[in-house]
């Protein structure tokens, strides 16, 4: 056979079994480095539960017209 596997058919069982144990690792890692970039890309909840706290401080902090009726 000579085509892009050639090469690969020659070689021993364990040295085939390291080939593709480094090639699953590396896609493994490749999605894992990929999702966690995808996900953790924007931190959009974290703004807005910052947003609602520094509001919240904001009206705790000033004094209201109702409590001193």
């Known amino acids: ?3 892009p596997f050639s090469g690969y058919f020659g070689l021993a ?3 085939k079994n390291v080939v593709v144990a480094g090639g699953l690792t ?3 890692f490749g999605v894992y480095f990929y999702t966690m970039r995808a996900v953790g890309g924007t931190d959009e909840l974290q703004v807005a ?3 609602f ?3 919240k ?3 705790e902090t000033e ?3 109702e409590r001193k009726a």
Do not use: C, Q, Y
């Open 13 to 15: 069982p364990k040295t």
């Open 26 to 28: 590396a896609f493994v």
């Open 57 to 59: 401080r904001r009206n």
């Open 1 to 3: 056979m000579a085509g």
């Open 49 to 51: 539960i910052d947003k």
């Open 63 to 65: 004094p209201s017209l």
């Open 53 to 55: 706290e520094e509001h």
